[in-house]
């Protein structure tokens, strides 16, 4: 099963930042957090990832709480072709760990 | 980054017929996955294809029905045999390497009449 809840969808003005939550409560100490999103009828694609530091890189921004038990990704400026399905992932990236997918967060992009 | 290849990208098939799906990464990789994906779901994980020895299936896959290959660090195979209309799905391929990120085909698209 799934380790992460997220809602299931989020509204966004275009131009406004997204920012997309996510509960991983039994996160283990060697487990980093993923994000990854589906744009309709392509594979999913990498966004980011990180274990407890924030991390930003030319797509988005992952904020991670400090007790690591729940995380955000920011979408700065949010664009239409943002419009996607994202999934929020915990893995263990040292071994070879499968990724199992939860439900995500439909995020629709508003003109 | 890895590039990943998947042959082919759509099909239509009869039913009882079997199809093979091909994927092809550009470097050498350590994990390589089998996902489905029905229409409007999320991604379910088949299986994980290893090097040399028989794939790892997940709960509700069966080797009989899903059988897998991987000749090497940067090729595999899944068949989908004895095709049903409930085998109608996506079907994706993921690669990385330990240390790395997973990425992901873009799929094939199988519907079966």
């Known amino acids: 099963d799934a380790k992460t809840t997220q809602p299931p969808s989020m509204d966004c003005a275009e131009g406004r930042a997204a920012n997309l939550p996510c509960n991983h409560s039994t996160i283990s100490g060697n487990e980093y957090v993923y994000w990854y999103r589906q744009i309709h009828s392509q594979g999913p694609q990498y966004i980011i990832h990180?274990?407890?530091n924030n991390e930003t890189n030319e797509m988005a921004s992952l904020i991670i709480t400090e007790d690591r038990k729940s995380s955000t990704l920011i979408l700065p400026h949010a664009t239409l072709r943002d419009t996607a399905v994202y999934y929020c992932i915990v893995r263990v990236p040292y071994r070879d760990d499968k990724i199992i997918f939860g439900k995500g967060t439909r995020l629709h992009i508003l003109p | 980054s890895a590039v990943i290849s998947q042959k082919p990208s759509r099909d239509i098939c009869q039913r009882g017929t079997s199809l093979t799906i091909q994927c092809q990464v550009d470097?050498?990789?350590?994990?390589m996955f089998w996902y489905r994906q029905q229409p409007g779901q999320s991604l379910t994980l088949i299986a994980t294809?290893?090097?040399?020895?028989?794939?790892?299936?997940e709960s509700g896959f069966v080797i009989d029905k899903f059988p897998i290959s991987r000749p090497n660090l940067t090729f595999s195979t899944l068949t989908v045999s004895n095709m049903s209309p409930e085998d109608s799905s996506i079907y994706l391929c993921?690669?990385?390497?330990?240390?790395?990120?997973?990425?992901f085909g873009s799929g094939t698209q199988l519907s079966v009449l």
């Open positions: 990180g274990l407890k």
């Open positions: 993921s690669a990385g390497t330990v240390r790395e990120k997973l990425f």
């Open positions: 470097s050498q990789v350590t994990m």
């Open positions: 294809a290893n090097q040399g020895s028989e794939a790892t299936y």
